[in-house]
């Protein structure tokens, strides 16, 4: 019988270890202390947040992290923040860019309808390979790349139609490689084609030019050859290369490198304040 899909983050974290648990608590105790006289300042940079899900049971804690941010500063669509690392664009402000990886269905179902209702733009990163996929909880792929812990429900991913209904709500959709590989464990011409394979198949679907990739996992080093791989996204035609390392944005920064601050949708203030304070 088939599963049915994942629709909460307590259905998707079921099976998870105590020890997960634990520590997750832990480490919430000592953000809340670390937070503690921190505040978001400064002004001139671009803070690219990200988020892999939005689960039914994280919408509201979505949209309340997004009203938070709209205190402290403007949202942007991905082209215009890049415009402003690009100097194209004065950057006399604070300024946030939210983005999604993977392309799992949640973030259609849960993320977009805020998304809009806030007038918040995104980019949504896809693997396209995943494209309409659907894996069960035993399987290797859902455990050990999206570390899905689920029990008696399947991960669901983005089908093309709403992939379309994303770029028809005026949201960017831009590449996460052909099949989630880590790059730095390919050699080039199969890293070139994660790259370049991906960007064909969603502009063949959705009709209009594929402009930004995000590295799976995407921490330089160890996920990505950051001298070879931001390269072969240019080559393949690409306009922006995103990785996983947080920290800030400002004018003059590498838009092949990208700094991303990822969140989980249902964190507390504290903990947008202790991650988004720090450079």
């Known amino acids: 019988m088939k599963q049915p899909p994942t629709r909460t983050y307590a259905e998707f974290t079921a099976r998870a270890p105590l ?44 949209a309340r992290q997004l009203r938070f941010l709209s205190g402290q500063g403007e949202f942007l669509s991905l082209d215009d923040a890049l415009a402003i ?65 689920g029990r008696d429900t399947a991960l669901e991913f983005m089908t093309w139609e709403d992939c379309r209904a994303l770029a028809a709500a005026g949201m960017t959709v831009g590449s996460h490689s052909r099949t989630h590989a880590r790059l730095a464990g390919l050699d080039r ?42 390269l072969l996204a240019r080559e393949a035609g690409y306009a922006s290369f995103a990785s996983g390392a947080r920290g800030r944005m400002t004018a003059g920064g590498d838009p092949f490198l990208l700094k991303r601050d990822h969140l989980l949708a249902n964190w507390g203030e504290h903990q947008l304040r202790y991650f988004l304070s720090r450079g």
């Open 85 to 149: 690392v690009g100097r194209e664009r004065s950057a006399d402000g604070r300024y946030f860019c939210v983005g999604f990886d993977d392309g799992l269905k949640s973030c259609a179902t849960g993320a977009l309808p805020v998304l809009a209702e806030l007038r918040v733009p995104a980019v949504f990163y896809v693997v396209s390979d995943l494209i309409g996929r659907s894996f069960a909880a035993n399987d290797a792929i859902a455990r050990d790349v999206f570390g899905f812990q």
């Open 189 to 230: 011409a199969v890293a070139l084609a994660e790259m370049a394979d991906s960007k064909r198949a969603i502009e063949r679907e959705l009709g209009r030019e594929c402009r930004h990739f995000c590295a799976p996992y995407g921490l330089p080093g160890r996920d990505f050859d950051q001298m070879r791989d931001p």
């Open 19 to 62: 020890a997960f648990r634990a520590r997750a608590i832990a480490r919430d105790l000592a953000i809340r202390a670390l937070a503690l006289g921190r505040r978001i300042g400064g002004h001139g940079w671009v803070r690219f947040v990200f988020y892999h899900h939005v689960f039914a049971d994280e919408r509201a804690g979505f």
